[in-house]
């Protein structure tokens, strides 16, 4: 029994699936694994040797509650009304992020957190100790500038600075 039937007409070749075939399809469904409820909770090693920040060890559920955002604008906040450049701020706080992590490889101890004061965007994080201070004011500098010229707004950087990694672990699982 052939599953389709194809017939050629001028010159279109036009295949239809046979009715057995039809008969048995339909919506495949498979049960529910309830092991992966925890998304954003990381799984614990055997050993208890992997390390977290503090931003890392709290749930996902307690944000707002023991962890804070890491982008704070007013753009939907309750009451506000429609707001065209919500999407923009979004938009605005990924290029933040993706030119800190590129402009200081492999230096921020923690994640960008990016606050918005009126028309100041405060860029804020840890710093690893890697490197001497003249270069972390001139990167600091231009990253200010930087930013500044592509968002068309004032920018400014809060960074703290760490000695090493184990300064910013907050436990290990």
């Known amino acids: ?43 614990a090693t055997i050993h208890r040797n992997k390390p977290l920040t503090y931003e890392e060890a709290q749930a996902p559920y307690k944000i707002g509650v023991t962890k804070s955002w890491n982008s704070w604008h007013s753009a939907n906040l309750k009451g506000e009304g429609f707001d065209a450049r919500a999407a923009e701020r979004t938009f605005d706080d990924i290029l933040i992020r993706k030119f800190i992590k590129g402009t200081w490889p492999g230096l921020f101890a923690s994640e960008v957190i990016v606050k918005r004061r009126h028309n100041l965007v ?38 703290q600075t760490v000695q090493e990694r184990s300064d910013v672990i907050f436990k290990k699982i």
């Open 1 to 43: 029994m052939a599953a389709m039937t194809c017939q050629v007409t001028s010159s279109r070749l036009v295949c239809v699936p046979s009715a057995a075939l039809l008969a048995f399809r339909g919506l495949r469904t498979t049960p529910c694994a309830l092991k992966n409820i925890r998304a954003g909770v990381p799984k």
């Open 122 to 159: 405060v860029v804020a994080g840890l710093v690893f100790q890697q490197m001497t201070a003249r270069k972390q004011y001139f990167l600091m500098g231009y990253s200010e500038e930087m930013l500044s010229y592509l968002l068309k707004c004032p920018v400014k950087l809060e960074i």
